[in-house]
């Protein structure tokens, strides 16, 4: 059975940092595409950004040059570092297959981006 797990999550200020792990259980790993997706309060789950099983990267335009994806197949473990916050990336942010998995959804990392 496939369960991801993130952490990492935090409460920041506007301009700061947060590291976003994602550890998968599983073979599913290395075989999909993975993605992080995030749902601030009152607002649908969104895609953030993906990384194809050959380092391909895909980025939401609200992110570009601030988030940087990435994956370690070896240690069945995804990253997001998020540089620059705002407090728009408040959210609960997940990771999961891309396109998503409704059976996959972990309990996510709350994210916080406040002063």
């Known amino acids: 059975q496939v369960q991801f797990v993130e952490s990492g999550g935090g409460l920041v200020q506007p301009g700061g940092s947060l590291r976003l792990s994602c550890a998968a259980s599983?073979?599913?790993?290395?075989?999909?595409?993975l993605a992080w997706y995030r749902q601030a309060p009152g607002k649908q789950r969104e895609l953030v950004a993906f990384?194809?099983?050959?380092?391909?990267?895909m980025y939401v335009d609200s992110v570009k040059g601030r988030f940087t994806i990435s994956r370690d197949d070896a240690k069945n473990t995804m990253y997001l570092q998020m540089n620059s916050l705002e407090p728009e990336d408040t959210a609960v942010y997940f990771c999961?297959?891309?396109?998503?998995?409704?059976?996959?959804w972990g309990q996510g990392a709350q994210v916080s981006v406040s002063s």
């Open positions: 599983g073979q599913i790993f290395r075989f999909y595409p």
């Open positions: 990384i194809t099983n050959l380092g391909t990267t």
């Open positions: 999961n297959v891309r396109p998503a998995d409704d059976n996959y």
